[in-house]
């Protein structure tokens, strides 16, 4: 399973290009060498990381609609936030949130979903994926806390160091 970008709009800013802030880079290295210590085989791929601000608030806007029939005022934004961080607290624009998995070779090893597959058994703890993944979502959460980084329970995938959701997690 291979990962389709989320959108093309940061090609104009990055190219195919991944940045994070420094700090962040740090913390992954680290990370990194915890999962290679726990098994030789794996690697970590970061296939997503900072983002516009203009492209987040663009993101927000489509997904937004979405909801439009079923929610309105603070609920239509709290349904959106669960697949798209609101603009304001979103990590992507400050360089401190990743989407990550865990890949054998390249290839992205089980992790019940596709990275980006907006479903509800994206939610890190789904009681309705199998066991390898649960294991292998335990593992990647794991690993990337130790490295100090912050889950987002919603998204299997996206963890933070540094940013708003971070603050608020520790």
């Known amino acids: 399973r291979s990962p389709l970008p989320i959108d093309n709009d940061m090609l104009a800013y990055t190219g195919n290009l991944i940045f994070v802030r420094e700090s962040v880079l740090a913390k992954l290295r680290q990370a990194a060498s915890m999962l290679a210590k726990v098994n030789s085989e794996l690697q970590l791929q970061v296939v997503y990381g900072y983002r516009a601000l203009s492209v987040q608030q663009k993101l927000f806007l489509k997904y937004r609609k979405q909801f439009e029939s079923t929610y309105s005022g ?96 520790y």
Do not use: C
């Not at 912050?150 to 963890?159: I, T, Y």
């Open 74 to 169: 603070k609920a239509l934004d709290e349904a959106t936030h669960r697949l798209i961080a609101v603009p304001e607290i979103a990590g992507h624009p400050t360089g401190g949130a990743v989407d990550i998995q865990i890949t054998n070779a390249g290839v992205p090893i089980d992790m019940g979903t596709n990275i980006w597959e907006f479903v509800k058994d994206s939610f890190t703890f789904s009681p309705f994926i199998g066991q390898e993944a649960q294991d292998n979502r335990r593992l990647l959460r794991r690993i990337m806390m130790d490295a100090g980084f912050a889950p987002f329970d919603g998204e299997w995938w996206h963890f933070s160091y540094g940013d708003k959701e971070w603050a608020a997690y």
